[in-house]
């Protein structure tokens, strides 16, 4: 991959959108979702005098920890994909797919942006349900000015309009633009090559790869991801002059190899045992459904 | 909704115009500190109109990403700049967004800016961004937990319910839990802005690199963009730090009198942090990448210090 955002620019914004929205940046919709379970969070905290209560604050902490990995996650995904030189030769080739494949992403992006710059409008949606479960209406607790403002349900507790973001981006946007009618109007802009340290020859292979974005993280975390690695170098004379060199890379599961994969052995061994009654023998049924009786019977004496 | 023209503009100008006074002081006092000279503390703005009136040199390898990322930065920057209470109590757009929004702005602009690093197709720029990401993926719970203990004893992510609430009678100036949440913000605060013991913002060797590492293809006009931008954030951060914790002097009413002795003392109190952050740099080695998750880590048991501290104290 790589490249991508030449070839493809459609599909490129689109997965931008994207990727910005799964991160929990603002002003689309993973954002609102994740203001509003921060402001749960708070609220959560004020509901209780024992130490669990604790909990609430952490499991913030935690959700910022996985909002900021998302984004690490999809800044690789996006960059390596769609930014820099194709790395392969069917990258390089790549051109927009047809346009009712297009279509598809294009309804998500807009459900994206229209979720996260409108909220207070989908809020509304859940007041039967909130009306059902506490007796009061959402909406109305937490829609501010017209709609345009969401807020917390404590009083003061806090605000937040993305579309109010946008807005204001939009209002400063003439700052950047003025100082370029300002002091750039006569400075000229080219394309030139990338700096490779004047050695002239920057090719694909020099950039980083997916498996290089995510290094350091890998490493952070090594107690979780177990990873290992097998370097295998054939060489002719000294080990520096290698003629071939082979790289693989390993990182544990180990969430299916701790809880998954134990998890499934014992279901497949319960099962197995279970399997025994069903024997395929119809006088052994018949027990099966006199026996029921009898127990039902005895408890309904 | 009432939005204060008169404030958003004050605002937007002390942020455009004080901060790379505030970058300028920094490398100035850095230097004084070392036994060099230095440079002028006003060299930053002659840098920006340099930058400006420069040509510019676009890889022939980027694409429309990378010249987007730099208006991205410094909307984002001067956006969450307006919502933090600077010379009054009263931020003139924390309608639109707090704390939370304050951190989810920035957020995006370092999210762009790491895809501006990998665009151009170099090495550099990849390691940068990678880094990058890294830092504030290990730098972010900890800042979320001291901004939630600060919140909890406000009930409001609202910054200019936090400040009030702080000036308010429960603020004691080495309250535990607000000295510890400072302890750990002021961690995370060095992360966020490149500094010393994380990051070395005068280096530009390949290999220690990690802001620098993202810029390095950007050039003229949007390199003062994106220079302006970053001491935007690093103005923003500071006086996030220095108005929630010592919420000391802010004007109270509309009068010159109240607005003057508010810039007085907000500038009293950044150059008290950024006599800290001089002092810290100098004093310190720059970690290796993989001892920085332990100082981050530090911040994060401070953070949670802090929140604990709220029910002894």
């Known amino acids: ?301 | 909704m009432n939005l204060d023209l008169p404030a958003i503009l004050a605002q937007t100008a002390l942020l455009l115009l004080l901060s790379p006074l505030l970058s300028g002081l920094i490398k100035n006092w850095k230097a004084k500190l070392q036994n060099r000279r230095g440079p002028r503390i006003w060299q930053p703005y002659f840098d920006i109109v340099k930058f400006l009136r420069k040509d510019m040199v676009i890889s022939e390898h980027a694409s429309w990403v990378f010249s987007v990322t730099p208006y991205v930065l410094f909307l984002t920057a001067l956006a969450a700049g307006l919502m933090v209470p600077l010379v009054t109590a009263h931020a003139p757009m924390s309608l639109f967004g707090g704390a939370l929004a304050l951190v989810g702005l920035l957020a995006l602009g370092r999210f762009f800016l790491a895809l501006g690093g990998l665009d151009p197709a170099s090495a550099f720029g990849g390691m940068g961004s990678s880094r990058e990401m890294t830092i504030a993926a290990i730098a972010e719970p900890a800042m979320m937990l001291a901004i939630f203990t600060v919140a909890i004893t406000s009930h409001s992510t609202n910054l200019s319910e936090m400040v009030l609430a702080s000036q308010g009678a429960d603020w004691k100036f080495l309250d535990p839990s607000h000295a510890l949440a400072f302890a750990a913000m002021f961690i995370v605060l060095l992360a966020e802005t490149g500094r010393i013991p994380v990051d070395n913002p005068a280096t530009h060797l390949e290999l220690t690199m990690i802001h620098e590492a993202m810029l390095l293809e950007y050039s003229g006009r949007y390199l003062a963009l994106i220079e302006w931008a970053v001491s935007i954030k690093q103005l923003v951060l500071m006086a996030l730090l220095a108005n929630i914790f010592f919420p000391v002097g802010l004007a109270a009413d509309t009068t010159v009198a109240a607005f003057g002795l508010g810039l007085f003392f907000f500038i009293v109190k950044l150059l008290a942090l950024a006599g800290a952050v001089v002092w810290v740099e100098t004093t310190n080695a720059k970690l290796r990448l993989f001892r920085v998750p332990g100082l981050l880590s530090a911040a994060f048991i401070l953070a949670t210090l802090a929140l604990v501290s709220t029910f002894l104290f």
Not at chain 1, 10 to 25: E, K, P, R
Not at chain 1, 158 to 168: A, E, H, P, Q, R
Not at chain 1, 217 to 228: C, E, G, N, V, Y
């Open chain 1, 1 to 301: 991959m790589g490249g991508l955002a030449k070839r493809m620019p459609q599909t490129a914004f689109f997965f931008l959108i994207g990727a910005v929205a799964i991160s929990a940046l603002p002003p689309l919709n993973g954002f609102v979702s994740e203001w509003l379970t921060y402001q749960a969070l708070l609220q959560g905290f004020g509901t209780t005098e024992s130490l669990i209560r604790l909990i609430f604050p952490l499991s913030g902490a935690m959700l910022a920890l996985t909002g900021a990995l998302a984004a690490a996650c999809f800044v690789k995904a996006f960059g390596i994909t769609f930014l820099a030189q194709p790395r392969s030769e069917h990258a390089a080739h790549a051109h927009e797919a047809a346009p009712s494949m297009r279509i598809g992403m294009a309804v998500l992006t807009v459900a994206c942006v229209v979720l996260g710059l409108f909220p207070t409008q989908f809020i509304r949606l859940l007041d039967p349900l909130t009306q059902q479960l506490t007796g009061q209406q959402l909406s109305t607790q937490v829609n501010l000015a017209g709609g345009l403002v969401l807020g917390s349900l404590a009083e003061k507790g806090g605000t937040v309009s993305t579309l109010g973001i946008v807005l204001m981006f939009v209002c400063l946007l003439p700052i950047p633009l003025g100082l370029w009618l300002v002091f750039a109007r006569n400075s000229k802009t080219r394309r030139g090559p990338t700096w490779d340290c004047g050695q002239r020859v920057l090719t694909p292979q020099m950039e980083y790869t997916a498996t290089g974005f995510s290094k350091p993280i890998r490493m952070i975390f090594k107690a979780l991801f177990r990873p290992r690695r097998e370097v295998q170098r054939e060489y002719d004379f000294s080990p520096r002059f290698a003629t071939s060199i082979r790289f693989e890379s390993h990182v544990e599961e180990v969430f299916v190899r701790r809880i998954y994969r134990p998890l499934r052995i014992l279901i497949l061994r319960a099962s197995r045992r279970i399997r025994t009654l069903q024997a395929g023998s119809i006088h052994a049924y018949l027990l099966y459904i006199f026996v029921t009786l009898l127990l039902l019977l005895l408890f309904a004496l």
